[in-house]
């Protein structure tokens, strides 16, 4: 008897996976026919495993310094030559991709959180929660990204994890406005009215509803501001407000570096390649999951 | 039969917009009896949807707002009942279904995550209890492969069975009453008539009363045992189907009926009532149909007749008059 019960459960239950796995399997199938969005997903890809396995590849530490061989052009021994220390810049780079990527992955979760909150809280109750939020994202968004990051480095002092605090503030009301617009139109939805017909709370209307509905959307949003993160900390590196020496941080290493760019341009050239890389990786994914994740362009 | 489920008092409901206060209903009585299909038929914007709305305490608020009049429900005045409380009953008392099957349903969830989400709202089951009682009910609504149904999304369904599956989830707690908006409205006519049949058997195998609303008197000739026909807000006529359907006491139930068309009459054109429906509030004084009425009077113009009558009710001068005549000779 128990078995017979047993039988009519678990059928749908791996029903369930493998409706799951078919979600899955055909955004895939247009992920896939996206060559750009895969040529993205191969650069990011590559350069996490750098990030991760940095202690393994990398030939000398971040701050190995040998005077002697300073400034050297690349060759088999420092394969993108050395900077005004002596230290290898390919090793550098390397663990300048878990600054990067630390960054980029940490501030834009940080955003993802804060804007998802504000956004439900302002586009589903509304009223006067809906009026303060909002107007607080217009003040965030009047300034220049990194005219604000700079403010609140200067404010919080100048150091990698400031800058990575400072860049998700400045990205809030980019995912605010954007669950907010989401929430407002699946708010209306009649699946919504009907679920509060059969006695649906808010909460759970916000959880299995709404939320749901605005994932795709921002998912998209984060990627493409993954990049933009990665940048924007860079320039903060570069401007001495992130990442302090010796740190190898790449907008850091650019304007270390930068009065060295006749002489020795590669000392500028690795750690800007490697951050157009990245970016450029980011935006193609972004780009990609847009349109995979795109109700419109599904038929 | 005779046990009121459902009565509805004075119900006035308004919008009020930035032209000022616009009643969408305005004093409504009627009562839904344990086990009963009850009609209520009207065109666009007599104040149908906005009634049951009222009901189901969801009116979007604002600009949407109970004035007047109570609406008991098991003797509870539930028109201003808190929202927790409406929560209760939502679902486990009563249930709705709407208008449109193809945007009812999540598109992001399976049937069967949505159906046991509603399940789970009012009972504490188990997994395998939730997925066996998801099974007989969409058993119940008449739709095969119920067990390979669960796992499929609502786009995978025509609209037929997504209604049917909409139906599934509204009785999933076993209403006393199930408010049906329009709810055939949306689907292709045969499709429409096996809706329609499904919840004559729904309410013949579990007791549920059902209130129809539509501007289809077909759907009301073929399933509803009262009828209520609404107009500019108000109740105009009120009886058992085959008293309305025979003997139409008001001249706008009088006009629906003869705008039917006919299978076997001639092939004329079909019989329009002119003009529109009115604003609500547009008209200050005298009958709101009067405007629109054949048999229009002069006093009609002047004084709004009153709903009389005991089991077959009309607002109509008219009736009143013949029917006073009746009695004196």
């Given amino acids: ?299 | 039969m005779d046990e009121t489920l459902l009565k509805v008092e004075g119900l006035q409901t308004s919008f009020f917009t930035d032209d000022g206060e616009v009643p969408a209903v305005d004093g409504i009585d009627f009562s839904v009896h344990e086990g009963e299909i009850l009609g209520i038929v009207g065109e666009s914007g007599c104040g149908k949807s906005v009634t049951s709305l009222s009901i189901m305490g969801l009116l979007p608020s604002p600009p949407g707002k109970i004035v007047g009049g109570h609406i008991y429900y098991k003797g509870e005045d539930i028109s201003r009942a808190k929202e927790s409380r409406m929560r209760k009953l939502r679902g486990n008392d009563i249930a709705m279904i709407f208008q449109e099957p193809m945007t009812s349903l999540n598109p992001v969830f399976t049937i069967g995550e949505q159906l046991m989400e509603a399940i789970r709202l009012h009972n504490h089951l188990s997994k395998k209890e939730q997925v066996e009682r998801s099974i007989e009910l969409l058993k119940l609504v008449g739709l095969p492969r119920a067990k390979e149904l669960l796992a499929e999304y609502p786009h995978e369904l025509s609209g037929g069975m997504r209604q049917r599956v909409m139906i599934a989830m509204a009785m999933s707690c076993n209403p006393k009453v199930l408010i049906a908006d329009e709810p055939t409205t949306a689907l292709d006519v045969t499709i429409q008539a096996q809706i329609l049949d499904l919840m004559v058997k729904l309410n013949k195998e579990t007791h549920t009363a059902i209130i129809m609303i539509t501007h289809d008197l077909g759907v009301v000739a073929q399933m509803c045992h009262r009828v209520v026909v609404m107009y500019a807000g108000k109740i105009v006529e009120e009886g058992p189907v085959k008293e309305i359907f025979s003997h139409p006491n008001h001249p706008y139930t009088e006009g629906l009926i003869k705008s039917i068309p006919d299978l076997h009459g001639k092939k004329d054109n079909l019989y329009t009532i002119k003009g529109s429906v009115p604003r609500p509030g547009s008209i200050a004084k005298g009958c709101l149909f009067a405007p629109r009425c054949e048999f229009v009077m002069d006093k009609c113009r002047v004084n709004a007749p009153e709903l009389s009558g005991s089991v077959h009710k009309s607002r109509c001068f008219l009736h009143q008059e013949q029917g006073r005549k009746e009695v004196h000779t």
């Fill in chain 1, 1 to 299: 008897m128990s078995q017979t019960s047993q039988a009519t459960a678990d059928p749908t239950v791996i029903e369930d996976k493998s409706s799951f796995i078919i979600a899955i399997s055909e955004f895939w199938k247009s992920y896939r026919k996206n060559k750009p969005a895969i040529v993205g997903t191969i650069i990011v890809l590559f350069f996490i495993l750098l990030a991760i396995f940095a202690n393994f590849i990398a030939p000398q530490g971040i701050n190995d310094q040998n005077i002697a061989n300073r400034l050297q052009p690349p060759s088999p021994a420092h394969w993108f030559g050395t900077d005004d220390f002596g230290r290898d810049i390919f090793s550098r780079i390397l663990f300048g991709a878990r600054l990067s990527l630390r960054v980029g992955f940490l501030s834009v979760i940080g955003s993802i959180i804060v804007g998802t909150l504000l956004g439900v809280l302002a586009g589903y109750f509304g009223k006067a929660l809906d009026v303060v939020i909002s107007r607080v994202f217009d003040i965030l968004l009047a300034f220049p990204s990194i005219l604000l990051s700079i403010a609140i480095v200067a404010i919080l002092g100048p150091s990698l994890n400031n800058a990575l605090v400072a860049i998700a503030i400045v990205n809030v009301p980019v995912f605010g406005r954007l669950v907010r617009s989401r929430v407002l139109t699946v708010k209306e939805e009649e699946y919504v009215m009907a679920a509060r017909s059969i006695g649906m709370g808010d909460m759970r209307i916000i959880f299995h509803h709404v939320l749901p509905n605005s994932i795709a959307p921002i998912i998209v949003q984060g990627t493409l501001n993954i990049a933009t993160a990665i940048l924007d900390a860079a320039g903060l590196g570069f401007l001495g407000m992130g990442a302090q020496a010796p740190l190898p941080e790449w907008g850091k290493m650019l304007s270390d570096s930068r009065e060295y760019i006749q002489n020795a341009p590669w000392t500028v050239l690795f750690p800007g390649l490697a951050i157009v890389l990245v970016v450029v990786g980011f935006n193609l994914i972004g780009d990609g999951l847009r349109d995979a994740l795109d109700p419109r362009m599904k038929n």
